[in-house]
């Protein structure tokens, strides 16, 4: 698996919708599960969402549930995350990352072995 890029956020009020991406460079991203997490200041690591490698599974933080969808075409090498109903509280640096799927598709941190950058994303009140 190649470098994975982030790309999309940027600054909204709340309510508003934002649409991330993630793209990747290996030959290999259509093996891996893929998911988003998001790190605010002062704050641990979370996760948002995942998405099986061949796309027909998905997860979610409950705290994101019915307002996130995450997606992804394996033919770009990409993964989205659609935010919709954003709040302040989503305010974060938001990263993908990608995790073998030797392993079902996983909310635990330590299974994804790649990452991002990550992409800020602001929610003003």
Known sequence: QGPLEESGGGLVQAGDS???SCAASGRTFNTYHMGWFRQAPGKER???AGISWRGGGTTYADSVKGRFTISR???K???YLQMNGL???DTAVY???AASNVYGLTSTIHYYTYWGQGTQVTVSA
Do not use: G, I, R, W
Request: aromatic share 12%; hydrophobic share 40%.
């Open 18 to 20: 934002l649409s991330v």
């Open 77 to 79: 090498n990409t993964v």
């Open 87 to 89: 709040k302040p509280e």
């Open 46 to 48: 979370e996760f948002v």
């Open 95 to 97: 990263y993908c990352a």
């Open 73 to 75: 075409d394996n033919a």
